[in-house]
């Protein structure tokens, strides 16, 4: 079975400084990654994928995440955080045959001080 | 891209009463729709898989005579809460499989049970 771990349950950074999401998942054959951002009470927005190719993928709003598969890790990271980068964050993980489903992280919230 | 509208976006009932929510998929057909629930500062938990004109596939422990869920069309899901209780008062998200991002969420319904 798939599972995805975030190690850090909240991350606290300062505006302007640089921000490094983990996640690591285990699944048997080449894992379908996705990274979502969600605000208090609503859905999820993706901010971008993994499905095959180039392991360094770039997503909106300065995200990007690499894909290494020798340490089934899939981080997020953004050089400069914004104020309106506080939010929630999962990692997901699916296996990308049709209809399989997604398999979620626990969460980063991430905390942006001044 | 692709939309996943769901509503209603807050809801309040009766204990013992019955809520329907909504899930559609405005842009493209969704032969596969996905249910998570969430609770407060956690993550999303599958509750079921919807597959149009067949019956749902359940995860362990999600009582399928309590969160009824029908997917009559390519474009329409629908999860109704049977006999609910305050302990069901959660955030509830839909997601269609499909679209160029292979998962399309909707923007989640606040469920409160009083």
């Known amino acids: 079975a798939q599972s995805v771990t975030q190690p850090d349950i909240h991350i606290t950074v300062s505006e302007g400084a640089s921000l490094e999401l983990r996640c690591n998942y285990s699944?048997?054959?080449?894992?379908?990654l996705f990274w979502y951002v969600q605000s208090p009470g609503q859905g999820l927005q993706l901010l971008l994928k993994?499905?095959?190719?180039?392991?360094l993928v770039q997503g909106i709003k300065g995200f990007e995440a690499e894909f290494k598969r020798s340490q089934s890790s899939f981080n997020l990271r953004k050089p400069s955080v914004h104020w309106s980068d506080a939010a929630e964050y999962f990692c997901a993980v699916g296996a990308g045959a049709a209809g399989n489903k997604l398999t979620f992280g626990g969460g980063t919230r991430v905390l942006v001080k001044p | 891209g692709a939309v996943v509208s769901q509503h209603p976006s807050r809801v309040i009932c009766k204990s013992g009463t019955s809520v329907k929510i909504e899930c559609r998929s405005l842009d493209f057909q969704a032969t596969t729709m996905f249910w998570y629930r969430q609770f407060p500062k956690q993550s999303l938990m599958l509750m079921a898989t919807?597959?149009?004109?067949?019956?749902?596939?359940?995860e362990q422990g999600v009582e399928k005579d309590k969160f009824l869920i029908n997917h009559a069309s390519l474009t329409l899901s629908t999860l109704t809460v049977t006999s609910a209780h305050p302990e069901d008062s959660s955030f509830y998200i839909c997601s269609a499989r499909g679209g160029s991002n292979g998962y399309t969420f909707g923007s989640g319904t606040r469920l409160t049970v009083v």
């Open positions: 993994y499905f095959s190719g180039d392991t």
């Open positions: 699944y048997g054959a080449t894992p379908y």
């Open positions: 919807s597959n149009e004109g067949s019956k749902a596939t359940y």
